[in-house]
């Protein structure tokens, strides 16, 4: 057994010496040995001990993706925390952290996996996706999946059923997203063998059969091509292969023909030993001299490489015999990224410290790996790799819980919409968010890898605000239907207050004459007449008078015309002034239609002013409003002296400037601090930070002035808090 070990572990740390130009053998002789001794006498299906899986894991690491030995080591221990007693911490304190981070990301895929709570397919790739830090993980979970298939015999069938649809519908499409053309083909025809057996040996046995005939044929198509090449100078390889099985079924399937139909069975690459990808042009050229070009089979994904950093001139001709042969053309570094993707660009660099690519647009994958790679300088590979990050979704974000659970959500989505994601009650009751431990407002614009906290109260509830900059529609929908039902419970409320009222004045008004009386109040119906009523904009007393008043006078007088509207202001405006002791907001004693000035969000105890306005009676606002002082000339005609009534019984808005040093918990300190003041309500928090410090805004339902000046002594009280002010927008 000794021997055999041994043996294995030469056969491995030779492929890492020949693929790659650095490599820590001691660091692979250990992980070889720890994966050993850690898997014990588990067996896999087949009956093998189980370190062969990881071996072999390592093996493809090594042959087929080489990066670098610390890939090699993460391969041979990457079942080690999932199937073994041994923790991350022990791979970690005896591997160091990059190896343990490989580990850590290929297990988090796997436990994926093995949940199935996400069930589409494409949801799975942007998973995958977001769990990757280093590019490293995902290439050992292509080495650790493509083993796996490649035994996938020694499994029940349907086991193997399940993992060949899985294979298909996420890994291969997620390898060709990476650029990986071998391994992806080797997955689809694995997939393609146990999905669907008969049509898969149909094929094989089919190619099989023509297999000396399509090589004659190749070698005649290919002898003038060559000829002209080598008079030509140039340095190449030329060879035909068939194309792999489950592209040819789907060619079938889509087209509707039997495989002798399919003329494009095989392709013919030439592969050119030149650093100059001009001289694909040229090599184009020669070709079409010696065979006709079918035109609309052309491409040139040299000068427009594909998304995945695929780059090849494809071209169809007519060859001997009249049939119609595909013609790739590629120099070896684009056959190395075809083949290897994302491995072969780290390669390149690596053994010749330049790039043959230009840069093009960086929303493009295939280009933002080339910058990588082309402004790494003399970076060292092993530091390179380490910071290489993915963003292949660009019209999609990867953010996290506090928890480390992943959720996707659309660009430019905020805390809220990350909110109402996790559950509509979170969404609901959010004032505020920690975006990466520190405190953002609820419209800041999230990016991907963000961590988010969500910081909620319970009676906290949505506004017309949050409609404005939420993106999602789960957000949007729930934040429109709380507002409709908040307004139609508030509508309800208003309808019955004015039922009383009228009942009480003796009033029998139908609800066509009163929509035309509230319509001369500037109200656009009944609903919005309630609506006032039942927030409290309009006191239900004054509504009664008004209503009253113009109920007695409608026989005698038709409806206010235009052309009275003149003299209705002036006179109202003289009824506010002459008004005993002003007009007296939020209680009873006049006949005053009045409503609060958003701007300064007047509360009883502060100097108030109104000012008549046409629709919408007095606008009461606070004498220090900014907005009062810098048109006082102009609005000087229409001011009214006005006094807060000496009953009060609901609640008004406060807006609280806040600033300071930004901390951790500063948020929630702030937030407990103003609740437990006299158990004050908060409407909304928008806070934003920027270096060390941080500002913003807290709007709260307060009874009067002297509880906002109490909030203020215990915000003061907050460690890192500096200024508290009134806010005016």
């Known amino acids: 057994m000794d021997a055999e070990l041994n043996s294995k572990k030469k056969h491995l740390l030779a492929q890492c010496r020949k693929s790659m130009r650095r490599v820590d053998e001691k660091l692979i002789g250990r992980a070889f040995d720890f994966c050993v001794s850690a898997h014990g006498k588990d067996l896999r299906a087949s009956g093998e001990p189980y370190y062969t899986h990881p071996v072999e894991v390592a093996t493809i690491v090594a042959t087929e993706l080489p990066l670098d030995d610390a890939s090699v080591a993460a391969a041979l221990l990457h079942d080690v925390v999932e199937d073994t007693d041994f923790s991350l911490k022990d791979i970690e304190q005896e591997f160091g952290p990059t190896v343990a981070n490989i580990v850590d990301g290929a297990t988090k895929i796997t436990d994926v996996f093995k949940s199935h709570e996400i069930t589409k397919a494409e949801s799975y790739r942007k998973l995958l996706l977001s769990l990757i830090n280093d590019v490293r993980v995902i290439l050992v979970k292509f080495a650790d999946r493509l083993h796996n298939m490649r035994t996938l015999q020694f499994l029940p069938e349907q086991k193997q059923r399940r993992m060949a649809r899985e294979t298909l519908t996420i890994y291969a499409p997620f390898a060709h997203r990476f650029g990986l053309g071998n391994i992806k083909w080797e997955l689809e025809d694995l997939a393609f063998k146990y999905i669907n057996r008969p049509a898969f040996d149909s094929i094989k046995n089919a190619l099989n059969t023509k297999r000396d005939e399509r090589q004659r044929y190749i070698d005649k198509f290919s002898g003038p091509i060559q000829e002209h090449l080598k008079e030509q100078g140039f340095h190449f390889d030329i060879n035909g292969r068939a194309k792999h099985l489950y592209s040819i079924y789907n060619k079938m399937v889509s087209r509707g023909k039997s495989i002798d139909e399919i003329y494009d069975l095989f392709a013919v690459r030439v592969i050119l030993d030149t650093p100059n990808d001009n001289d694909c042009f040229l090599v184009y050229g020669i070709v079409s001299d010696i065979y006709t070009p079918v035109p609309e089979r052309f491409k040139n994904y040299v000068s427009v490489p594909k998304k995945n950093g695929y780059q090849s001139l494809h071209t169809t001709v007519i060859g001997p015999e009249g049939k119609k042969v595909e013609v790739q053309i590629r120099t070896r570094n684009m056959h190395e990224v075809a083949e290897k993707g994302v491995a072969a660009h780290f390669r390149y660099k690596e053994m010749t410290g330049k790039s043959n690519v230009e840069d093009k647009e960086l929303e493009e994958w295939a280009q933002w790996v080339r910058d990588i790679f082309d402004s790494a300088g003399d970076e060292a590979p092993e530091q390179l790799i380490e910071s290489f990050k993915l963003n292949l979704y660009q019209d999609e974000i990867y953010v996290f819980t506090p928890a480390g659970d992943l959720r996707i959500l659309p660009k430019k989505a905020t805390p809220v919409d990350f909110a109402y994601n996790i559950h509509t009650k979170v969404g609901r009751h959010c004032i505020g968010a920690k975006v990466n431990q520190k405190i953002v407002p609820l419209d800041y614009e999230l990016r991907s890898g963000d961590q988010v906290e969500i910081i909620t109260s319970k009676n906290q509830r949505p506004n017309k605000d949050w409609e404005r900059f939420v993106i999602t529609h789960k957000a949007k929908t729930n934040i429109r239907r709380f507002l409709n039902e908040e307004k139609r419970g508030k509508v309800a409320e208003g309808r019955y207050l004015w039922q009383r009222r009228a009942k009480k004045l003796k009033l029998h008004i139908n609800d066509d004459e009163?929509?035309?009386?509230?319509?001369?109040?500037?109200?656009?119906?009944?609903?919005?007449?309630?609506?006032?009523?039942?927030?409290?904009?309009?006191?239900?007393?004054?509504?009664?008078?008004?209503?009253?008043?113009?109920?007695?006078g409608s026989s005698a007088k038709p409806e206010n015309s235009a052309t009275d509207q003149p003299i209705i202001f002036n006179r109202f405006t003289e009824t506010a002034r002459t008004e005993s002791?002003?007009?007296?907001?939020?209680?009873?004693?006049?006949?005053?239609?009045?409503?609060?000035?958003?701007?300064?969000?007047?509360?009883?105890?502060?100097?108030?002013?109104?000012?008549?306005?046409?629709?919408?009676?007095?606008?009461?606002?606070?004498?220090?409003?900014?907005?009062?002082?810098?048109?006082?000339?102009?609005?000087?005609?229409?001011?009214?002296?006005?006094?807060?009534?000496?009953?009060?019984?609901?609640?008004?808005?406060?807006?609280?400037?806040?600033?300071?040093?930004?901390r951790p918990a500063m948020l929630h300190d702030i937030t407990n601090a103003i609740v437990n003041c006299d158990n004050t309500n908060i409407r909304s928090v928008n806070i934003d930070s920027y270096d060390s410090m941080f500002e913003g805004i807290v709007t709260v339902h307060v009874k009067n002035v002297n509880q906002v000046q109490k909030i203020f002594e215990v915000l003061k009280k907050v460690k890192g808090v500096k200024t508290t002010t009134r806010f005016e927008g």
Not at 514 to 541: P, Q
Not at 598 to 622: A, E, F, L, M, Q
């Open 514 to 552: 009163l929509d035309k009386i509230v319509r001369s109040l500037k109200y656009d119906n009944r609903g919005e007449f309630f609506f006032a009523l039942g927030s409290g904009t309009l006191a239900v007393d004054v509504a009664g008078k008004m209503i009253q008043e113009k109920w007695e």
């Open 581 to 662: 002791n002003g007009v007296s907001v939020a209680g009873s004693g006049n006949s005053v239609l009045y409503s609060y000035a958003r701007c300064c969000n007047p509360v009883p105890g502060d100097d108030v002013v109104g000012v008549v306005t046409i629709g919408s009676g007095i606008k009461v606002h606070r004498k220090s409003c900014k907005n009062i002082k810098s048109m006082m000339d102009k609005l000087r005609p229409r001011i009214v002296d006005v006094e807060w009534s000496s009953v009060l019984t609901e609640d008004y808005l406060a807006a609280i400037k806040i600033t300071g040093d930004d």
